[in-house]
């Protein structure tokens, strides 16, 4: 994932795990974020490449508003255990802006 993000682009967020992820053994695969603009926080049904260590989601244009995000994976296992991830934080600017802090 690019260290900047343009608002209003869309986008494939991709997180590593840094586990081999196996779809049958996963309940549920989010990507969590907060927003510290104004602390707002959400998250996004993941997808699993299954095999690998990764979680991805395609963000439709105009989801992210400029600020500065931290975003992390949270992962459920069938066994009940849950997985979460370092957080990893990013810009998202305005187009021709000077960038956000």
Known sequence: MANEI???QSLVLTLDTNNTLNAIEISTAKIKYK???DDYQG???ATINDGQ???YKSISAGVLQP???IFWHHITRTDGSIDIGKT???RVNAEG???CK
Do not use: C, H, M
């Open 6 to 8: 343009i608002a209003g």
């Open 35 to 37: 927003r510290l603009l």
């Open 43 to 45: 998250e996004w049904t």
């Open 53 to 55: 260590t990764t979680l």
């Open 67 to 69: 600020s500065t995000y």
């Open 88 to 90: 990893v934080k990013k």
């Open 97 to 99: 802006k000077f960038p």
